[in-house]
Nanobody, 127 residues
Framework: QVQLVESGGGSVQAGGSLRLSCAAS?????????MGWFRQSPGKDREFVAA????????PYADSVKGRFTISRDNAKNTVFLQMNGLKPEDTAVYYC???????????????????WGQGTQVTVSS
């Protein structure tokens, strides 16, 4: 079982920045985690934002955040970060951290492929 704890959400004006963090509990599989970020706005489906592998390789970002968001991780601390720059009002959502234990190098981008989820953190961007 992997527990995920997110932090770093908040309110910011358009053009501002926020950095989300997600700390995973002790991983008994030698840190073989694919970790990702998803977001969900009211009335919309949960959508993929970014993900990366325990190898350090990242999946292609969602088109809506490409060039503005960056995912990174500290394997020693089982923590993944999402640096969000140039925030827009349409980035307003609850952001969720997700994890999958795997020995594969495949980086999943579908919410159904991630069995472990954080509680979510609210990001609000005002115009």
């Amino acid at each position: 079982q992997v527990q995920l704890v997110e932090s770093g959400g908040g309110s910011v004006q358009a053009g501002g920045s926020l950095r989300l963090s997600c700390a995973a509990s002790e991983n008994t599989f030698n840190n073989k985690l694919v970790m990702g970020w998803f977001r969900q706005s009211p009335g919309k489906d949960r959508e993929f934002v970014a993900a990366n592998s325990w190898t350090g390789r990242s999946a292609p970002y969602a088109d809506s955040v490409k060039g503005r968001f960056t995912i990174s991780r500290d394997n020693a601390k089982n923590t993944v970060f999402l640096q969000m720059n140039g925030l827009k009002p349409e980035d307003t959502a609850v952001y969720y951290c997700a994890a999958r234990i795997t020995f594969s190098t495949e980086i999943h981008q579908t919410s159904a492929d991630f069995p472990y989820w954080g509680q979510g953190t609210q990001v609000t961007v005002s115009s």
